[in-house]
Every structure is written in structure tokens, then in C-alpha cells.
């Protein structure tokens, strides 16, 4: 099975900062690579497909870039309801694993 | 408006059995696999089981094959997760997903999520 490490685990930052998250996986899945926004209580949400294409209707201050094993998802400019939880999942193969989260905290 | 609606979660003792349901509206079910995705209270998000358009392929975790079948009746246009002996690390909120295909259909990504259902093994 493919292994996914999210970093960091949790990051504190202000409403405007821009903010990077980064995904590794254990093994090359190309641009197999798929982000997710969780609010507290509510069901995953897509935001970033093919590791780079963003969802309709996300607002472009997000960003997927990556390839291979190394992948970053970028918030430009941080805004009050960016606060929650992002997984990053590899659609590469079966099981289609996900990372262990990175939670998005208002400093 | 595309939506998906699970039902049947509850509580139910270790070694028993739960059939989850997941009824899809506002697109062509049999167009599209489905998966079933589940979270455990606090921790993160764990895939369980896929089964494609037509329900002639599926596929488990791990840790949930032999135990539990996905299975769709597209005439119902509705998804399913019969989860037999059941165990404490079972517990969990189960989602189902519409599995899209992106890009000429070459990536696929959980586009449509629903709200959740959720599973306690408990005695």
C-alpha cells in the first residue's frame, strides 16, 4: 500500500498569512494527488484534483503543485473560513490511501 | 442538485452485523463508482471499500475485507455497505463518495460527499 505523510500535523497561522502544506507519498504516483477541506462535523470537501487542478468553484487563492512522491497544496492568503482540516489522497492505485491530516488553526 | 444521503449507521454489539445505504440524486448513478470512506471520532480519513459503475468490480481495505460487502442497485440509483462481524475499531463515521473522473477521464477524485452515518460497536 501507498503510505501518504502529511506536514506539518497542525500550523497556527493569521487570517492574510499564506500557508503551505506538504504531502509525501511512499512510493512515485505522478500527479495522482487529490486535496480535501474538512470543517469540523461536515463531510471532506474537494479542492484540488490531479495535483494541481483546482475544483469548480474553490477560490483560486488555493494551489496544488507536485509531482512524484513530493506535493504541496498553498493557501495565498489566508481567510477566516480556511480554518479546518486538509488530507491529502493518492488515487494512484488501490487502496486509495489519505494522509493523517494537517490542521489549520487561527493563531 | 447532486447529492448523496447515507442512512442506516447506529449502534450495534461486537460480532454483529449493520447494512449502511446511500441514496444518490441529481446525476446518472450508474455512470459513476462509488466508494465508501470512513473517520474514526478524532482521527482522520481511511477508505474502506470502491465498486464500479456497473458493480462487476470491487474492492476493499485491508482491514474491513471478508467482513464487509459494497454492493449498488442502480435501478434504485441507490449505494450499499453490509458490514458483518463487527468490531470496536469499526466505530466510525462512514461517508459514501461519488468517485468523478477528471482531465478525459485519466484522474479520479471523491467530487460529492454525503453527510455521514454513524457506526458504534459497542456492548
Known amino acids: 500500500d501507498i503510505q501518504m505523510t502529511q506536514s506539518p500535523s497542525s500550523l497556527s497561522a493569521s487570517v492574510g498569512d499564506r500557508v503551505t502544506i506538504t504531502c509525501r507519498a511512499s512510493?512515485?504516483?505522478?500527479?495522482?494527488l487529490n486535496w480535501y477541506q474538512q470543517k469540523p462535523g461536515k463531510a471532506p470537501k474537494l479542492l484540488i484534483y490531479?495535483?494541481?487542478s483546482l475544483q469548480s468553484g474553490v477560490p483560486s487563492r488555493f494551489s496544488g503543485s507536485g509531482s512524484g512522491t513530493d506535493f504541496t497544496l498553498t493557501i495565498s492568503s489566508l481567510q477566516p473560513e480556511d480554518f479546518a482540516t486538509y488530507y491529502c489522497?493518492?488515487?494512484?492505485?488501490?487502496?486509495?490511501?489519505f494522509g493523517q491530516g494537517t490542521r489549520l488553526e487561527i493563531k | 442538485e447532486v447529492q448523496l444521503l447515507e442512512s442506516g449507521g447506529g449502534l450495534v454489539q461486537p460480532g454483529g452485523s449493520l447494512r449502511l445505504s446511500c441514496a444518490a440524486s441529481?446525476?446518472?448513478?450508474?455512470?459513476?463508482?462509488m466508494s465508501w470512506v470512513r473517520q474514526a471520532p478524532g482521527k482522520g480519513l481511511e477508505w474502506v471499500s470502491a465498486i464500479s459503475g456497473s458493480g462487476g468490480s470491487t474492492y476493499y481495505a485491508d482491514s474491513v475485507k471478508g467482513r464487509f460487502t459494497i454492493s449498488r442497485d442502480n435501478s434504485k440509483n441507490t449505494l450499499y455497505l453490509q458490514m458483518n462481524s463487527l468490531r470496536a475499531e469499526d466505530t466510525a463515521v462512514y461517508y459514501c463518495?461519488?468517485?468523478?473522473?477528471?482531465?478525459?477521464?485519466?484522474?479520479?477524485?471523491?467530487?460529492?460527499w454525503g453527510q455521514g452515518t454513524m457506526v458504534t460497536v459497542s456492548s
Open positions: 489522497q493518492q488515487s494512484y492505485s488501490t487502496p486509495k490511501t
Open positions: 512510493q512515485s504516483i505522478s500527479s495522482y
Open positions: 463518495a461519488k468517485d468523478a473522473l477528471f482531465l478525459t477521464g485519466y484522474y479520479d477524485a471523491f467530487d460529492i
Open positions: 490531479a495535483a494541481s
Open positions: 441529481g446525476f446518472t448513478f450508474s455512470s459513476y463508482a
